[in-house]
């Protein structure tokens, strides 16, 4: 099993510009989550789904958009990319609500 | 919400034992309590997770109290290579938004 893969690992924007960091996960994991992290920060969440087909937001989810079309994938997408939205970007995914969540690599996010 | 407060930083010793008590005094019935780890410039790792009582695995001990308001993470012999963040977060079947907090920065000098 590969767990959970984050792609890209790394990429720099212009503000203004959009993009889509993508996420997946072979676990057959219904739930999964968008986490940023600032420096010296913990984790906040962005949005999570509960399965295919239905997500909601966490905590910080102005700027970002989710859609989960397939239990595999669950992709964030930027629309207009701020230098405010510069940090790392972890996508997690757990068997059940409230179980151990499985973290992937990150995507550290860099917007000019 | 259930609500979490850790030390921001710990400092320990090789071959000491190290406990990190985490406070959640509005902790919901469902929820369940789950510590993980974080080392720089990686996702969070799961190490422990419980309900009540003492919950023991290979890496580490989770002590809760009877009214779970709290609870003790327990590193026993810690190693150089245990220094991380640590996190704590309370969350159960009818909580969909679980929320880490600021952590507790643990450095084990030599």
């Given amino acids: 099993n590969a767990g959970v893969t984050q792609t890209p690992k790394f990429q720099v924007l212009k503000t203004g510009q ?9 676990m057959n994991h219904e739930y ?10 913990g984790l906040r969440l962005i949005h999570y789904s509960v399965g295919a087909g239905i997500t909601d937001q966490g905590e910080v989810p102005n700027g970002y958009n989710v859609s989960r079309s397939t ?4 992709p964030l997408r930027l629309l207009s990319a701020a230098p405010s939205q510069t940090s790392v970007y972890f996508c997690a995914s757990m068997e059940q609500i409230g179980r151990e969540q499985f973290f992937g690599p990150g995507t550290r996010l860099t917007v000019l | 919400l259930a609500k979490t407060t850790q030390p921001i930083s710990m400092d320990s010793y090789e071959g000491q034992e190290v406990n990190i008590t ?7 019935t469902n ?14 790792r799961f190490i422990i997770q419980g309900y009540k ?21 327990s590193l026993p012999r810690v190693s150089l290579s245990d220094t991380a963040v640590y996190y704590c977060l309370v969350g159960g079947y009818n909580n969909n938004d679980m929320r880490f907090g600021a952590g507790t920065r643990l450095t084990v000098k030599p």
């Fill in chain 1, 18 to 26: 959009s993009m889509t960091l993508q996420c997946a996960q072979d």
């Fill in chain 1, 32 to 41: 999964m989550s968008w986490y940023r992290q600032d420096p010296g920060m």
């Fill in chain 1, 71 to 74: 239990t595999e994938d669950f």
């Fill in chain 2, 53 to 73: 009582t003492k919950v023991t695995n290979e890496v580490a001990s989770l002590f809760i109290p009877a009214d779970r308001k709290s609870s003790t993470l």
């Fill in chain 2, 22 to 28: 985490c406070s959640h005094n509005n902790i919901a």
């Fill in chain 2, 31 to 44: 929820d369940y309590i789950t510590w993980y780890q974080q080392f720089p410039s990686q996702g969070p």
